[in-house]
């Protein structure tokens, strides 16, 4: 078999086309004489793609993880979430659309061409998977912002209900500085290292859930276990929420994963519908899993198993088949319970509401796993000379250097902002919850 994978014959197809971000003037000279083509469905699609990712994160992320924490924890939880919105946001807007998309030929980082969105106007276009089809540039950038913006949500259920504020927001604005844009550059970026190396990821397995994952392993060690760990109660102190809010994140899901395809045509339903299977395969595997070992399959399970499989399918959404989506769903929730069940345990580490063992995790069995699935003889979308040893030895190597980059990204900021602040509230102030003692308000009154 072929140890090599023609780069040119899979990227066209399955690679997210925010590597191709360019105004109408940089587009090839035959796609500016036939006219770039602006087409008002795709630019719907995209709208409201953009709006289910941010409807992922409020309320949907917020309420998922609210509800995974005890009562006297579940506003700091709101309030964590709806300020690291705001604050990427604004410092997308800034500078980091330009560190990940500004044009530069750097293989790590997108330059200062575009600080403040210098040249966007709503003239000025983005490139997608078509030749000589665009969206405007505006919509492009939003869409990108709130994946920004969900990537640090995603962390803060390493660490729930010990960390403080004022350290967690300094902490975000440096690790999305650091970490989350390079990345971003290297996987989506045409000039970026991994995209050049030829590693697909279609909607952020590396960029969003491997990223979170190790950034959330690093920050539950550095920040420590919670008080009475293993001795207090700390059930999730409403499933019903938390089923509301795992819910909401299927349904914004869509816009993540078919949204990626940035044209509403075939390629953003194949990304649909492997969005569809691959969360039922991972839902029927966590639960059967729990029936068999602990003679009972929980709601918790089922919202858990719907998460690892909604991350294992982000890489691979837009080039797998519908079946072997299944296939991956039930393979990555599977993995995802030992680390959660078995491993976490073992090793002794408080990942409170399990980020890397289910994003982390997930996300890294996806991101592998997509070099294999992708191939046209399991029913993906990868050309006759696709060979699965080459690309998914591509695949681990663009898994490692996330790993590596955001690992020791994260030990450092981590460490910065505990000598700057320290990391956790003090031991009273966790006792009675940060709610009342952080925020002076409560998310619920007798």
Known sequence: MNMTVKKETLMPKVTKLATLIAVTT??????????????????????????????????????FYGGLVRTKNMLSVLMQTTMITALVMVIWVVYGYSFAFGGGTSPYWGGFGKLFLAGVTPDSMAATFSDGFVIPEYVFIVFQMTFAA???????GAFAERIKFKALLVFVLL?????????????????????????????????????????ALVGSIMVGKRIGLGKDMMAPHSMVLTMVGASILWVGWFGFNAGSNLEANGGAALAMINTCTATAGAILAWSLIEGVLRGKSSMLGAASGMVAGL???????????PVGAIALGAIASSACYFFVAVVKGKFGYDDSLDVFGIHGIGGIIGAVSTGILTAPGLGGTGGDDFSIIGQTMIQIEAVGITIIWCGVASVVLFKLVDMMFGLRVDADTERKGLDIEVHGESAYHA
């Open 311 to 321: 991350v294992a399918v982000t890489p691979a959404a837009g080039s797998i088949g």
């Open 26 to 63: 940089a587009l090839p000279a035959a796609a500016q004489d036939a006219g770039p083509v602006m087409d008002k469905g795709d630019v719907a699609w995209m709208l409201v793609s953009s709006l289910l990712v941010l409807f992922m994160i409020l309320p949907g992320l917020a309420l």
């Open 150 to 156: 969900i990537t640090p949500a995603l962390i803060i």
């Open 175 to 215: 690790w999305v500085t650091v970490v989350y844009f390079p990345i971003a550059h290297m996987v989506w970026d045409s000039s970026g290292l991994i995209f050049n190396m030829g590693a697909l990821d279609f909607a952020g397995g590396t960029v969003v859930h491997i990223n979170a994952g190790i950034a």
